[in-house]
């Protein structure tokens, strides 16, 4: 069982190769306890395949790895009860029913039970967690695709995992069932035991979910850091926008804190509709990963380590 402040997940100079395609060049990454963290990075970044070293499913080409201690290369059962897995897409088990196959998977996590963590997660428990009880005795391959989700995530935490791995856990939910999940996520990572990492497209649930992102691009992490430390890397300015006497107006400033000050020492209560926008993560992710492909990316993470505060 890991504690507080302890280091998770260790990865220095990962480097990985397909044939002569290198994928990874030299990632290097620190993940602490009680943490969610979010892998962005545009398609065929190599997410996935760092998901898969790390979850011990795929072997590296180079580098150093620590999963909760281990080298998951190298990795025993019992180091494997502590780590949750959601796969990309998982097509098997068809003709079990839904609740049959969460007890049966469970089965497996019951001697890795402890006091602290009582193993499996009950199978009637989980299913309502996922949103699945309506659909509980129904075979895997009658359920829709959203459906199917909510299941690959239950099989994920069925041994109520220490470590969990979601790779676009909410790729094909409806708005609802997205919703669900992040609450599912929230109150995961608000017991403080379990440590998440997950990779999405989706920049609103990355910056919902995470304490920290972190992007991939180019073989190596271009950018870590919280989504306001993010936006502070890239050279953006505030626009602020305001009516005055019934015209509007906008204006880009870096420091818009000052300039609305003074707006207001100049007009006071004439004031109206006034507005700030920051940088969005959008605007702040395609800024960094245009900034990397044209090769003007200074290859510096905005954090090293830091510790978590939720
Ligand atoms: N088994 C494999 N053999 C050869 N090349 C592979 C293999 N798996 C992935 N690749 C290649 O490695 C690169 C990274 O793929 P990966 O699936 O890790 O990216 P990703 O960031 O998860 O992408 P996406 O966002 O599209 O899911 C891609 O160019 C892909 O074609």
């Not at 402890?114 to 009950?122: A, E, Y």
């Not at 800024?287 to 990397?292: G, H, P």
Request: aromatic residues 6%; charged residues 30%; glycine residues 8%.
């Amino acid at each position: 069982m890991t504690t507080r402040d302890e280091v998770v997940l260790d990865v220095e100079g990962l480097r990985m190769r397909y044939g002569s395609t290198e994928v990874l060049r030299d990632v290097n990454l620190r993940v602490h306890h009680g943490e969610v963290v979010c892998l962005l990075g545009p398609n065929g970044a190599g997410k996935t395949t760092t998901l898969e070293i790390l979850e011990g499913f795929r072997m590296r080409s180079a580098g150093r790895i620590e999963v909760l201690g281990t080298d998951p290369a190298h990795a025993d059962e019992r180091w494997r009860a502590r780590v949750g897995v959601v796969l990309q897409s998982w097509r098997d088990h068809g003709r079990w029913r839904v609740r049959e196959l969460l007890a049966h998977l469970g089965r497996y996590y019951a001697p890795y039970s402890t006091d602290r963590v009582r193993r499996p997660w009950n199978a009637d428990e989980l299913v309502a967690a996922v949103g699945l009880t309506a659909h509980a005795d129904k075979k895997v391959r009658m359920l829709s695709g959203g459906q199917r989700r909510r299941l690959d995530v239950a099989v994920g935490l069925v041994g109520r995992p220490e470590l969990l791995f979601l790779d676009e856990p909410t790729a094909g939910l409806d708005p609802v069932a997205r919703r669900e999940f992040h609450d599912l996520v929230e109150s995961l990572a608000a017991q403080q035991d379990t440590t998440i990492v997950l990779t999405t497209h989706d920049l609103y649930e990355a910056e919902k979910l995470s304490d920290r992102i972190m992007i991939l691009d180019g073989g190596r992490i271009i950018a870590d850091g919280t989504a306001e430390e993010l936006a502070h890397r890239i050279a953006g300015e505030d626009e602020v926008r305001w009516t005055h006497e019934g015209r509007h107006h906008r204006h880009s400033t870096s420091e818009s804190t000052k300039f609305v000050h003074e707006l207001f020492q100049q007009y006071g209560e004439d004031i109206a509709d006034l507005e700030v926008r920051r940088a969005s993560l959008e605007d702040t992710y395609l800024s960094l990963v245009r900034q990397a492909e044209s090769g003007q990316d200074e290859a510096a993470p905005v954090n090293e380590s830091r510790e978590v505060h939720r």
